[in-house]
């Protein structure tokens, strides 16, 4: 079993990539479906959603930590922590929304996963061109989910300005964009710290993506002289040390 679970999470077979592309499709739906379920009261059908998704995220949980080489390593991880408190927030209705923020950290899987952004480099041309853009793309977007989750957790219910997701949403992005409008403020000194990291993580992340968007295109190939890893995509030379560089090409289209 164990040696089946290690092809699943870390092997090169078309089933292991498969079904790395199918958790990827499950950390996408997971996240619409709690920023869906936001808007109306949960009863019992959604509890039972919940039950089900928690359930699949533990057997994922201990599935990767079987097959995790460094236990303290695996353990170290941010997303194994995301997963953890996810995993909880689900297995738990009875704690209420209140901790349905916790879900969001889900979100936090999407993050430079090794393998599959290798395997995406590997499969999609489109994916090789804008590696930069598209990786830049997701994190602010995986930035935006987590602090409107935040928001959503801490706000509601006790500031009459925020009353769904989506105002929680409108705020961050708002407050991110340095728009501000003002017509929705957080409360508390907490609401103002966290008003403040989203201003300031948040136009870090969208300068990142704003310089990715319109420098010229690089590509990664490593210099064998001096390791340098990007250069111009019709490079010859190495910009560093003058070294002669062979970057792979796809030929002409």
């Known amino acids: 079993m164990r040696a089946f679970l290690r092809e699943l999470y870390e092997g090169e077979t078309d089933r292991a990539h498969r079904f790395r592309y199918t958790l990827l499709g499950f950390d996408i739906a997971t996240i619409l479906f709690v920023i869906a379920t936001s808007f109306f009261e949960h ?149 103002r710290m966290l008003a403040v990291l989203v201003m300031i993580v948040g136009i870090t992340l969208f300068l990142r993506l704003a310089t990715a968007l319109f420098r010229p295109p690089k590509v990664q190939h490593e210099c064998p002289t001096c390791g340098l890893m990007l250069h111009d995509a019709d490079a010859v030379h190495c910009k560093h040390c003058g070294e002669t560089v062979k970057i792979e090409t796809e030929g002409v289209v």
């Open 43 to 191: 009863g019992r059908a959604i509890e039972i959603i919940d039950l089900v998704i928690g359930v699949i995220i533990l057997a994922d949980f201990i599935a990767h930590a079987t097959v995790a080489a460094s236990k303290t390593r695996h353990f170290m991880k941010l997303s194994t922590w995301a997963d953890l408190v996810a995993m909880v927030s689900f297995l738990a209705p009875i704690a209420g929304e209140g901790f349905g923020f916790l879900r969001i950290l889900r979100t936090l899987r999407l993050l430079h996963t090794y393998q599959l952004a290798a395997r995406l480099r590997q499969d999609f041309a489109f994916f090789r061109q804008n590696e930069q853009v598209l990786l830049a793309t997701a994190n602010l977007v995986v930035f935006l989910f987590v602090m409107t989750g935040l928001i959503y957790a801490t706000q509601y219910g006790q500031n009459p300005q925020i009353s769904n997701y989506a105002d929680a949403l409108y705020f961050t992005v708002t407050t991110l964009t340095t728009t501000g409008f003002g017509d929705i403020t957080l409360e508390g000194t907490w609401g």
